[in-house]
């Protein structure tokens, strides 16, 4: 059950992040990126990890990804238009890319023993195991979050703003 | 039962996926949103270490998912500033082709 919900969420995951790569139109890649961040929620759920799996839906899937669409519909994104890139990224790019793949594949499958196995329903990280840890061993960082957004709302206005 | 091995390569393979998007991609929005992807590749590394870390020492950890956590607020507060920022370029150049927009390149 476990392998086969992760299997089916992999695969969605993968080929919607796929979709995103080969779509040209910035809004089909904006939607194929939506179906990545809810497979991926529930991952983080087949992982045991509750609270995160509903920020997931609820931040990226929800506020980013509308956030994104609405930047799309504002400024009339159309097709994207295939000029050249630079020579360096398909040189050195694409290759490194790959080679980080091959990389960290051949390592994680490896030594896969090491990992350890996830079973369903076991460890599972309700909101209370995390907010006590959050509010108690790291409350500075978590209120000086808060000053973050503050100031990202208040560059995201002043940069955003008509000029006269 | 499955390898967490198998959520990590999971990860390595969204990762490797953004990182030829943003190499590909020529619209400044989806290049954008490859590196969001990046982000949530990372971010399920990092559940999946947590919950590693959980079986290796026999009780909950839930210090990757903090981390997880911290990376969501800072990714809002950077999706906001990012759309903003392009918002201003569209305005100055009329154009979201990162191929136009480039005044400092050498």
Redesign the interface.
């Known amino acids: 059950m476990h392998l086969a919900l992760f299997i089916f969420f992999a695969v969605l995951c993968v080929a919607g992040a796929l979709n995103l790569l080969l779509q040209r139109h910035p809004i089909n890649s904006a939607l194929s990126l939506i179906v990545v961040m809810s497979s991926l929620s529930v991952l983080y759920l087949l992982l045991g990890a509750e609270f995160i799996a509903a920020a997931q839906v609820i931040v990226y899937s929800g506020a980013i990804m509308v956030l994104f669409t609405f930047v799309i519909m504002l400024l009339n994104a159309g097709k994207e238009v295939r000029t050249h890139g630079s020579r360096l990224a398909y040189v050195a790019g694409f290759p490194g890319a790959a080679a980080l793949l091959g990389l960290l594949a051949f390592v994680f499958i490896s030594r896969r023993g090491d990992f350890g196995q996830a079973r369903l329903g076991e460890y599972l990280a309700t909101t209370s195991d995390l907010s006590r840890v959050l509010f108690k061993d790291l409350l500075l960082p978590f209120e000086v979050t808060s000053v973050l957004i503050l100031v990202a709302i208040l560059g995201a206005v002043a940069l955003a703003r008509k000029e006269h | ?10 990860s ?10 943003f ?5 400044i ?2 290049v ?3 590196i ?2 990046m982000l ?1 590749a990372v ?2 590394a990092f ?2 270490f ?3 870390w ?3 020492t026999g009780h ?1 950890q ?2 990757g ?2 981390f ?3 990376v ?10 990012g ?6 370029v ?2 100055a150049r009329n154009t ?2 990162v ?1 136009s927009i480039d005044l400092m390149k050498l």
């Open positions: 039962m499955v390898p967490i091995a198998y959520y990590l390569v999971l390595a393979v969204l990762f490797s996926i953004g990182v030829a998007a190499l590909i991609k020529r619209n929005i989806t954008f949103m490859s969001e992807l949530n971010n399920l559940i999946a947590s919950r590693q959980s079986q290796i909950l839930v210090n998912q903090i997880v956590f911290f969501m607020v800072v990714a809002a507060a950077e999706a906001a500033v759309l903003a920022i392009i918002i201003a569209f305005r979201l082709n191929d």
